[in-house]
């Protein structure tokens, strides 16, 4: 009895915690800081506020130090809330009730509590939460049964075997867990038993059609084989960062160049007579005298603190609540909801929202993403006659085969009275008095199921004896069948299927190959492997059998989506070849007029070599025809024939490649390269008989490559985690049971065929608001210091600031924050349907275009133009009169700035309206309500003298400044001289030379014609 098991282990007992969050109460603080302060933005602001706090510098502290407080406590309570998610999708599964055995009592407790040794008593459908080695059921055979669907997706039933009962006499047992193979030994006494995979229980693995059973953790926590398949979580950072990153770099050499030009010019001008000091600026004796290296450092950092405003540091914090906020859509979005399972799309990372906009291959697992996993019969030949099923019934008398399918199998029947067991090889309820809708099936293979439920379809006709069975020879990948010994009413031993029959002499000599191989201490594999081909011999054929695993609904439209798209499908399953293959054809992955290239069973590098090369050779010989620059009249006649001739062999230009993971090995071992240059040239490819870890070797081998393409994978189970943690979007499917993919991906959907407009609308739209977003950014910050650089020429370079503090803190924060929100919330190029229908559509916006240099250098010399334009044509008004106001007051250089600022926040706001193609009420709202409150604001700031402010510079300046009629005239006649030439310039680029997407803009029939409806869902 298992109470009385005593377990001295190899290895120290460690807890079963599992756990995928990042951050604990104790570490958040420094971890998150030190994530956020890697980032180029962040890390340069730190060092431009410890310069102002620690020198003399023309600007407040406060003007650097407040926006970078708020961006990252903005951060961080979004990143933590995210975290916080994980930790509690952790705690359900760490937290879930268990019963051990602890000081021979069942004790309850958590399943973060058990520790290597602990014997686990586990009962029908719960989940194991260790890796367990069987000690016994309560089957009286010592069987149990099993599905892993959470770990991959497989939903059969699976038969482990505790072959020594654990006898009450039993009081010391050790068992060596070599770490971390499976290969594990139980001494017991002066006996020893080697114990196989069909003696371990997974973590994450079910118990089906059994009432319990007992177990002893022998790996727990992130040894288990679950946790081992998982790869080092690392953050990932999308395409669109990364060109932030760049774009920063390239400001901050711009700021470097105009604070050293500054210092060089003050320098320089102040060296000659006529720049004597005035009588109210003059040097202190201790500047007189200080190093003039120290008085150049220290003017330097004045200038870069000036002009340090050309960073955009509020653009991070606008992009994570962008994001963050954003996410919220793909959760609300009903076409992503899956009504059956009630399942809607989940997203556990919302950094990654515009990479879904990006995607150039996509992996994909094939069991129970692409497909249901449910098999279904459909036909079958039975002695050369094909037979199909109509209306429940078999056509045709066909006794022993029907006979054979339902008694060669290994399903199991499980009813609504738990402790009722299946008798024999009764195959069906009615022999058990039971109606058939109180049991249920569950087997070790899907294809099994399908045929035993099939023939009880047909079991109407048909009449049953009662079979008892004698032997399972187990099915395997070499061998390719399994086989059951029978013994018949009439004393006769049969074998199916095909079948062959034993007299009582030859069983007694299989039972003894069987039974030696089975107790067999060494070579155990090899030794059944010989006696199951010793029996498996002179069959009679009977007949063949079809059955089909059904798709996903939509999955072969999706593929061809994502193809039309530009996105090229990979998919990597564990599967054998013929299936793998078989599930490519009928779900559009493989066409049937595509030409299918092997790269299968090669056994040696210079095998696999040689068959890259001739797969290449082919490939290219192909390429060659279709894109030499030669002209065909301009070629031989021996070589157009030999051309010809080889593409006549190929007979098409598509080309989809099948690899194995044998073959895969090699390849990937010293052949890398060429291996990539076929993969590159099909249009398909597929990879079977794949370790989940060489999934994500296959993802890193793609994602690494010369021209760094965006990955995705896909899929339903935890043998798929790894290649979802190593692509750049990792997306899992919500299977049936389970959640280990989910749990580690970064967005989750519940069907393949939703994959589509994740990535065609949601993708889309995300990508286009982020990557204006960031061009925007950059641009009204260019917009907002070039004029306070050109403000230096005048000033002779005395660090005088342009602006008040105030409006330096608050111009990204208030004054233009709220409408590139709202916009890269909102905006939408073309309705959802036109992106759904026009899968070519996402072309436009691949490679990261719309971030492109090009496009970058456009914003930023607008940016400068529009800037020398604030400033000069303020200049320009007031000239050598500055008798401007109302009252006869004359400017001055706050009421100048101002003027400068003023013209300034208007017009990058008009200039995003520009670019808005989707209005709705809240963007009307943010661009009109954000230039009225900049006009109140100043009223109020500059109309009241505030007790808590030392000084205040800016009394009255705004009121006496918008008492000026030409002050009003000038505004009107700066933002149209801005903005006019682009609105010139959008008309004409849509008139002649319109993109695809400016195409559609014209079928859809614009914006303002759409509903609510149409709004809420995107």
């Given at each position: 009895h298992p109470y009385t098991l005593q377990l001295f282990l190899s290895l120290f007992p460690n807890c079963c915690f599992l756990f995928l969050f990042q951050y604990t109460i104790w570490n958040f603080v420094p971890k998150n800081l030190f994530e956020q302060f890697r980032r180029i933005a962040n890390f340069y602001f730190l060092i431009i506020f410890l310069v102002q706090v620690i020198t003399h510098t023309p600007t407040s502290p406060v003007t650097s130090g407040l926006p970078l407080f708020f961006v990252i406590t903005v951060t961080a309570i979004k990143q933590g809330y995210e975290d916080w998610l994980r930790y509690k999708a952790d705690n359900e599964v760490n937290g879930a009730p268990v019963f051990v055995v602890r000081s021979g009592s069942l004790v309850q407790t958590k399943s973060k509590n058990i520790r290597v040794g602990d014997i686990v008593r586990v009962a029908k459908d719960e989940t194991f939460p260790a890796d367990l080695a069987l000690l016994s059921s309560d089957r009286a055979d010592g069987t149990c049964h099993i599905t892993t669907a959470s770990l991959d997706g497989e939903t059969n039933l699976k038969t482990l075997v505790f072959y020594i009962k654990t006898l009450p006499c039993l009081v010391c047992a050790k068992i060596l867990m070599p770490h971390p193979s499976f290969s594990?030994?139980?001494?017991?006494?002066?006996?020893?038993?080697?114990?196989?995979?069909?003696?371990?229980l997974l973590r994450g693995a079910r118990l089906k059609n059994t009432k319990e059973i007992f177990g002893v953790a022998i790996y727990t926590g992130m040894e288990s084989k679950m946790a081992l398949n998982y790869k080092c979580k690392s953050q990932k950072r999308s395409a669109v960062e990364k060109s932030m990153n760049t774009f920063l770099l390239i400001y901050l050499g711009i700021l470097l160049f105009e604070a050293i030009l500054s210092t060089?010019?003050?320098?320089?001008?102040?060296?000659?007579?006529?720049?004597?000091?005035?009588?109210?600026?003059?040097?202190?004796?201790?500047?007189?005298?200080?190093?003039?290296?120290?008085?150049f450092i220290s003017d330097f950092l004045a200038f870069l603190v000036l002009y340090n405003f050309i960073i955009p540091i509020s653009l991070y914090v606008t992009v994570e609540m962008q994001k963050f906020m954003g996410s919220f859509f793909i959760g609300w979005d009903l076409d992503l909801y899956h009504e059956e399972s009630d399942q809607k799309a989940q997203v556990n990372t919302s950094d990654l929202n515009e990479e879904l906009g990006q995607v150039e291959y996509v992996f994909t697992d094939k069991t129970g993403t692409l497909t249901e996993n449910e098999m279904h019969f459909r036909e079958c030949s039975i002695n050369g006659v094909k037979y199909r099923e109509v209306n429940g019934k078999l056509i045709g008398d066909e006794l022993l085969f029907l006979q054979a399918v339902s008694l060669c199998h290994t399903v199991q029947i499980s009813y609504d009275q738990p402790d009722c067991l299946v008798g024999g090889g009764d195959p069906f309820a009615?022999?058990?008095?039971?109606?058939?809708?109180?049991?249920?099936?569950?087997a070790s293979s899907p294809d099994e199921k399908a045929l035993v439920e099939a023939v009880k379809r047909f079991s109407a006709s048909l009449s049953f004896s009662r079979y008892k069975l004698l032997h399972l020879l187990e099915f395997d990948a070499d061998r390719r069948r399994m086989s059951v010994i029978l013994q018949t009413p009439s004393g006769l031993r049969t074998l199916v299927v095909a079948c062959r029959h034993f007299s009582p002499e030859e069983y007694i000599d299989v039972e003894k190959h069987l039974n030696a191989a089975r107790t067999a201490l060494q070579q155990r594999e090899e030794r059944l492997q010989e006696a199951f081909a010793y029996i498996e011999r002179d069959l009679q054929l009977l007949g063949a059998t079809g059955v089909e695993d059904k798709l996903q609904d939509k999955v072969q439209e999706t593929i061809e989506a994502l193809r039309l798209a530009g996105i090229k499908v990979w998919v990597l399953t564990g599967d054998k070849h013929e299936t793998a293959v078989s599930v490519s054809l009928s779900c559009g992955h493989f066409h049937r007029t595509?030409?299918?290239?092997?790269?299968l069973q090669q056994r040696s590098d210079n095998e696999c070599a040689e068959q890259l090369c001739r797969l290449d050779r082919r490939l290219e010989l192909l390429l060659v025809v279709l894109l030499v620059p030669v002209p065909i009249h301009q070629l031989s006649g021996s070589v157009l024939l030999s051309l010809f001739s080889r593409i006549k062999e190929d007979h098409v230009i598509q080309h989809g490649l099948v690899v194995d993971g044998a073959s895969l090995s090699l390849a990937l071992r010293e052949h890398e390269?060429?291996?990539?240059?076929?993969?590159?040239?099909?249009?398909?490819?597929?990879?079977?008989?794949?370790?989940?870890?060489?999934?994500?070797?296959?993802?890193?081998?793609?994602?690494?490559?010369?021209e760094?393409?965006?990955?995705?994978?896909?899929?339903d189970g935890a043998n798929d985690v790894s290649m979802i943690q190593e692509a750049h979007v990792g997306i899992g499917i919500m299977g049936k049971e389970g959640r280990q993919a989910v749990r580690n991906s970064d967005y989750a959907i519940a069907r393949f065929k939703f994959l589509a407009k994740l990535l065609l609308v949601h993708g889309h739209f995300y990508y286009i608001r982020i990557a204006t977003l960031v061009q925007y950014f950059f641009y009204k910050n260019v917009c907002f210091i070039t004029p306070q650089f050109l403000y230096q020429f005048f000033c002779l370079f005395s660090q005088q600031t342009l602006y008040d503090s105030v409006y330096l803190t608050l111009y990204n924060i208030c004054f233009t924050s709220l409408p590139i929100l709202v916009y890269s919330l909102f905006e939408q190029l073309v309705h959802p349907h036109v992106l759904q229908n026009k899968p070519a559509l996402y072309r436009d916006i691949s490679k990261n275009s719309l971030l492109s240099f090009r496009t970058f250098l456009y914003w930023t010399l607008l940016g400068f133009l529009h800037a020398f334009i604030f400033f000069f044509g303020s200049y320009i008004l007031m000239g050598e009169d500055t008798m401007l106001m109302g009252n006869g007051q004359m400017f001055g250089n706050w009421t100048f700035g101002t003027l400068v600022f003023t013209v300034m926040v208007i017009t990058v706001t008009l200039k995003?309206?520009?670019?808005?193609?989707?209005?709705?009420?809240?963007?009307?709202?943010?661009?009109?309500?954000?230039?009225?409150?900049?006009?109140?604001?100043?009223?109020?700031?500059?109309?009241i003298i505030w007790p808590f402010l030392h000084s205040q510079d800016m009394y009255f300046v705004f009121v006496q400044l918008l008492s000026s009629g030409s002050v009003?005239?000038?505004?009107?006649?700066?933002?149209?001289?801005?903005?006019?030439?682009?609105?010139?310039?959008?008309?004409f680029y849509r008139h002649l030379q319109p993109t695809s997407t400016q195409k559609s803009q014209v079928t859809w029939g614009g914006g303002a014609e759409r509903t609510r409806e149409d709004f809420h869902l995107v």
């Open positions: 594990v030994f139980m001494l017991l006494f002066a006996f020893v038993r080697s114990l196989g995979q069909e003696n371990l060089i010019l003050k320098y320089a001008w102040q060296a000659e007579d006529k720049w004597d000091e005035p009588f109210y600026n003059q040097e202190t004796e201790q500047e007189r005298n200080s190093s003039p290296i120290l008085k009615h022999a058990n008095g039971f109606s058939s809708s109180h049991m249920e099936y569950y595509m030409n299918i290239l092997e790269l390269k060429l291996f990539m240059e076929v993969c590159k040239n099909c249009s398909a490819v597929l990879c079977c008989r794949m370790a989940p870890l060489q999934k994500a070797k296959v993802v890193r081998l793609l994602k690494t490559s010369p760094k393409p965006i990955t995705l994978a896909i899929g995003l309206a520009l670019e808005t193609n989707f209005w709705t009420w809240m963007n009307h709202f943010v661009t009109w309500g954000s230039i009225a409150f900049y006009f109140i604001f100043s009223l109020f700031y500059g109309g009003w005239f000038a505004i009107i006649i700066i933002i149209i001289t801005c903005l006019f030439p682009d609105v010139v310039k959008k008309v």
